[in-house]
């Protein structure tokens, strides 16, 4: 049974925490801000603290709620979609496609000709993974045979990863790039990065009003049919979304596991199934994982943002399967 | 086959003002017309007149649920043609079907746990989600006590009556039920067969799986499917004959009194 005491609180208490942890990660990194400081780099009335401020701290905290959001929402559209609530795209290879795109067009030299050429790339890349795990998966299938495509896939695009990555030692810094698209992270973002990642907003505004059938379309596609929902479109239009979202957050931030399987469980076990709650809920919920998971490799220093991710993500998934069984 | 004219047939959907209540109409509810799903059923010709109680009897695999799943336009005849109410399947939208007809699979599975009122408030999606008669639909199933238990962890007969429930919400004058009395207890196959006769009186249809043959022979009407085809059409008396039950069911029939069951 669902508490219905969370239900009012829980929007609330995740936009707060929320806000706290955006304010924290303002404030915390190599160079410490004061509250007083940070309010005064905001205002840009000291010059140093506007710097940090402006051009490093809040581009790397939107890409990092962006990010977050997008891997989130996208892993609580494709549970609903295949019926099974260990579907992710880290675990699907969405998120290797997405890579695999962007390493291709990266090792191509392609990205320095326009800004968006490398989240299309993503895309492109995400979308061939989809395909693929619906081809391999149907609908509402079973755990195992979702999560044995998903291995099959992750280790095919990962090696398409590395292959060209490690056939471009002249052209790039190998360790660096293999590290950064396989591990993701969120150093070094820049607005470019924000405006980048700027589609996951729309996708998240396209997204919001789906809950409703999406509910329906979680307990049986042949039974959402018949109560009037129009399955076919809103397949698709699933589909295209949470493909879009977490290829975009990997176009900006590298794969980033486990966060579209954590944060969507969490919500659920707090606020029931219901996709109504779930979709903005889980919007704030993954930007605020993911800052938190942000400040620790912060904190922690040399750490990567998906080996965080990893570490919170791994023993919570084996405790799924423990209980799923 | 007769098409509906815009406005001299009664719309299939009831008038707002007249939801909850399932509108009388004199065409066939439901009328399939040379149905084929290659290996499943070929050639099935039907036609349900409305406010009938009609039993869809057959051997295992005999085509039963896949005509159920035709009937209710979830599945694609590649011959053939549906219609509801006279009007073509492919003129009815996706959310006024949800309106028109609703269909109760055999077996549900529910990966995620919604409250079993949500569930039944499904029903009433097509209808904006209005809420409109779910908690009667809650209770006339015997549901209230169950009301906000997570559906992922109910019993079978229990998750059946949630199924039940929701297509009652929905108010849809074509109910099309695959085998909704197999995992039911004496008790509630009574209620859920008294629940089927009233749909009917109120000029709603009912067409249903089922497997019980002495139960079959009490409805208004009975369809029998072998291998695919149909095999007889008609009352229970004229249809249900020593000859056609040792035909399509392998089984000898012998009228014996014997135990009866009925609500109190």
């Known amino acids: 049974m669902i508490p219905s005491r969370y239900l009012s609180w829980a929007m609330p208490a995740t936009l707060f925490v929320l806000l706290v942890l955006a304010a924290l990660s303002l404030m915390i990194g190599d160079m410490a801000l004061s509250p007083a400081r940070l309010w005064q780099g905001l205002l840009r009335q000291e010059e140093m603290a506007a710097l940090v401020v402006w051009q490093i701290r809040v581009p790397r905290m939107i890409v990092a709620m962006l990010v977050g959001a997008a891997l989130s929402a996208s892993g609580l559209v494709m549970q609903a979609y295949f019926r099974n609530s260990l579907a992710s795209p880290g675990l699907l290879g969405v998120s290797s496609g997405g890579a695999a795109g962007a390493v291709v067009v990266l090792a191509c030299g392609l990205t320095a000709y326009s800004l968006w050429i490398l989240p299309l790339a993503a895309v492109a890349g995400a979308f061939v993974a989809t395909l693929a795990v619906i081809a391999l998966a149907r609908h509402g299938t079973g755990t195992e045979r979702l999560l044995l495509a998903g291995i099959a896939l992750n280790a095919l695009l990962g090696a398409v990863t590395s292959f060209v990555l490690s056939r471009q030692t002249a052209v790039f810094n190998r360790q660096t790039q293999i590290l950064y698209w396989l591990l993701g992270g969120l150093e070094d973002r820049t607005w470019e990065h924000v405006l980048m990642g700027a589609p996951i907003v729309l996708a998240a505004a396209l997204l919001w009003p789906l809950g409703r059938p999406m509910d329906l379309l979680s307990l049986g596609a042949a039974e959402a049919q018949s109560l009037g929902v129009d399955v076919r479109a809103l397949r698709r239009r699933l589909l295209a979304l949470s493909t879009v979202l977490t290829a975009v957050a990997t176009a900006v931030a590298g794969t980033v596991g486990f966060v579209g399987l954590i944060v969507p469980h969490v919500l659920r076990l707090l606020v029931g199934p219901e996709h109504r709650r779930l979709v903005p809920l889980s919007l704030l919920g993954g930007s605020a994982f993911v800052l938190a998971c942000d400040l620790i490799t912060r904190c922690v220093g040399d750490i990567r943002l998906g080996i965080v991710t990893a570490l919170v993500g791994g023993p919570f998934f084996l405790w799924l399967l423990r209980r799923q069984t | ?264």
Not at chain 2, 87 to 102: I, N, S, W
Not at chain 2, 216 to 224: G, H, K, N, P, T
Request: glycine share 10%.
């Open chain 2, 1 to 264: 086959m007769r098409r509906a004219q815009p406005g001299s047939a009664p719309s299939a959907v009831p008038a707002p003002e007249e939801r909850g209540k399932i509108a009388p109409f004199p065409q066939k509810a439901l009328a399939l017309h040379g149905a084929t799903v290659p290996g499943r059923i070929a050639d099935v010709s039907l036609e349900i007149p409305a406010g009938m109680l009609v039993g869809l009897v057959g051997p295992n695999g005999a085509g039963k649920s896949t005509l159920l799943q035709v009937a209710a336009g979830l599945l694609p005849a590649t011959g053939g043609t549906v219609s509801w109410s006279g009007r073509p399947l492919d003129e009815v939208v996706a959310q006024e079907r949800g309106r028109c007809a609703t269909w109760v699979p055999q077996e549900a599975h529910f990966e995620f746990g919604f409250s079993v009122r949500s569930v039944v408030a499904q029903g009433r999606f097509a209808h904006g989600d209005d809420e409109f008669g779910v908690d009667a639909a809650l209770a006339r199933l015997d549901l209230v006590q169950l009301a906000h238990r997570p559906v992922n962890r109910l019993s079978g007969g229990e998750r059946q009556r949630v199924l039940l429930a929701r297509a009652l919400a929905t108010a849809a004058p074509l109910q099309l039920w695959d085998e909704p009395l197999a995992p039911l207890d004496p008790r509630h196959v009574l209620e859920v067969l008294k629940l089927a006769r009233e749909l009917a009186t109120k000029g709603g249809s009912v067409l249903m799986s089922l497997h019980d043959l002495r139960v079959a022979s009490r409805l208004d009407l009975i369809v029998v499917l072998h291998d695919g085809r149909l095999r007889a059409v008609g009352r229970p008396e004229e249809v249900l004959t020593a000859e056609l039950l040792a035909d399509v069911f392998g089984v000898r029939a012998r009228m014996a009194p014997g135990l009866t069951l009925d609500l109190p």
